[in-house]
């Protein structure tokens, strides 16, 4: 479900991660819905998923329309860790 | 096939695309929204966020995460007043409200909520220096201001642009009950200065039943009424902080959303000016043939003034509820007798305990509809006449 080098980004709100899927693919950027990981789900049930290439361009979308996500997670040698919320992380 | 003249108490018939959407999603798509991870409960939450952005579009609403599904306009007016409204908090409101919004307010009375009801003249009409007059009376500046738009009793149109933007420049609360203007009457929330919008989807908008909404201008957060699973934050012993979540408990109905959407997007499509005009020419073809009529009294704005999609009237010696059930039985003509679930209104233009007999067409009612209650208005006079004669 999730590569190593995916990310994956929480909300906190169904409705959020709605408008932001939809957001985000009106602007060409390539993201999926996927239930949110077991041990980082505790606020929404849906994650959305891209590849850490896209992040920048995810996050400068997500930010001009003031949404911006709870968590942010990436995938590293089959481990999944919290990443801080900017637009680029190494 | 009987002549429906009670859409202001809910549209009949929807138009066809409602039916269309109503049937393809039961039949595809009748998921539970927000909640499930695979494909197809993602293709409802999807569709349910699109209706939500209808909703937004259509009365200029900058957020529809501000939009949160109710059952009716009644239920989304009892999350406003009792999720904002605290002990000590002054409330105004009008004697031409329906019990949507007096009940609610009659119980909040007895919790320590100072309630004062600016009265409407005899035509039902209230003006905006009466509320203001009455928000900063006694000192003491109001909470919050809430009326219905538009009277289900007399058609009045409260002057909301008025008041709207005066009480967002106090700082007061302004609250809109527009189960009777939605889908009929211009509304814009961001230049009318309304921070709660409470509307029904099954009457103007052309939904089905079971639907309606609450709009929540931002940094208002109400406490719920009811309490339960919202597809989200399900660790947490607590109701979530976001809307529209926090105030929508349980399932969702998406295929009955999918035909509000429907509804909506008809009602845009045809534009609230033709379908205005359209009510407005069956009301005064109307209102004219009754003037005719011995012994009518028509009740609300006169034929200058503005008037929403329904016309009341009583006739002098009569019971209105023996006259719509002689319109019913014997000539299958459907109207709504008796106080509408609005006695203080009807205490305000003078017409209890009776109360009136109210038409309201809709949209796919003709001008033979009223002819057919002007001849059958008139045989059932005649009858009378000749018996007490």
């Not at chain 2, 409101?93 to 609610?104: D, F, I, L, Q």
């Not at chain 2, 009455?134 to 002057?159: D, F, W, Y």
């Not at chain 2, 009136?356 to 009858?383: E, H, K, Q, W, Y």
Request: aromatic share 6%; glycine share 10%.
């Amino acid at each position: 479900m999730i590569a190593d080098g995916d990310r994956i980004v929480l909300f906190n709100s169904p409705t959020r991660v709605m408008k932001a899927e939809k957001l985000l693919r009106k602007a060409g950027l390539v993201c999926q819905l996927i239930p949110a990981p077991r041990q980082v789900a505790e606020c929404c049930a849906l994650a959305l998923r891209f590849a850490a290439t896209e992040q920048t361009a995810i996050f400068n979308e997500l930010a001009a329309a003031n949404l911006t996500p709870r968590r942010l997670y990436g995938k590293h040698q089959g481990l999944l860790s919290a990443l801080e919320l900017t637009s680029e992380n190494e | 096939m009987a002549i429906y003249l009670d859409n202001a108490a809910t549209t009949f018939p929807k138009p066809e695309s409602v039916y269309h959407a109503l049937d393809q999603t039961g039949r595809q798509l009748a998921i539970s929204p927000g909640r499930g991870s695979y494909s197809l409960a993602l293709e409802a939450g999807r569709l349910v966020y699109e209706v939500r952005e209808t909703v937004a579009e259509f009365f200029n609403i900058p957020d529809p995460s501000r939009v949160v599904f109710t059952a009716n306009a009644t239920e989304a007016i009892n999350l406003a007043l009792f999720g904002l409204l605290r002990p000590g908090d002054r409330v105004i409101s009008t004697t031409m409200e329906h019990n949507a919004v007096s009940r609610p307010l009659q119980v909040l009375e007895s919790r320590g909520i100072e309630i004062e009801r600016v009265p409407a003249n005899t035509t039902g009409q209230v003006s905006a220096a009466a509320i203001r007059e009455a928000v900063t009376n006694g000192g003491k500046i109001a909470r919050m201001v809430v009326l219905s738009h538009c009277s289900n009793v007399t058609g009045s149109i409260q002057p909301i642009e008025e008041i709207g933007p005066w009480c967002r420049q106090q700082g007061v609360l302004f609250m809109v009950d527009a189960a009777q203007s939605a889908g009929l009457l211009p509304i814009d929330v961001q230049s009318m200065g309304i921070d709660l919008l409470a509307a029904a989807g099954h009457k103007g908008l052309l939904g089905p039943a079971g639907t309606g909404f609450l709009y929540l201008v931002e940094g208002l957060q109400p406490t719920p009424l009811i309490y339960g699973g919202t597809g989200g934050n399900s660790a947490s012993p607590l109701m979530p902080e976001e809307l529209p979540e926090r105030l929508e408990y349980g399932t969702l109905n998406t295929q009955a959303l999918a035909g509000l959407q429907a509804g909506i997007e008809f009602v845009r499509s045809h534009g609230l000016e033709q379908i205005r005009r359209h009510k407005s020419a069956l009301l005064e073809q109307l209102f004219f043939g009754l003037s005719r009529l011995p012994g009518i009294r028509i009740h609300g704005p006169s034929q200058v003034q503005p008037q929403g999609g329904l016309l009341s009237f009583s006739l002098a010696g009569q019971d209105p509820s023996e006259i719509g059930f002689l319109l019913d039985v014997e000539h299958d003509i459907c109207i709504r007798t008796g106080l509408h679930c609005a006695p203080d209104a009807h205490r305000s233009i003078g017409t209890l305990p009776a109360g009136t007999l109210r038409v309201s067409p809709g949209l796919f009612n003709t001008a033979a509809d009223i002819d057919a209650l002007l001849r059958t208005m008139d045989r059932i006079l005649c009858a009378k006449s000749t018996i007490s004669a």
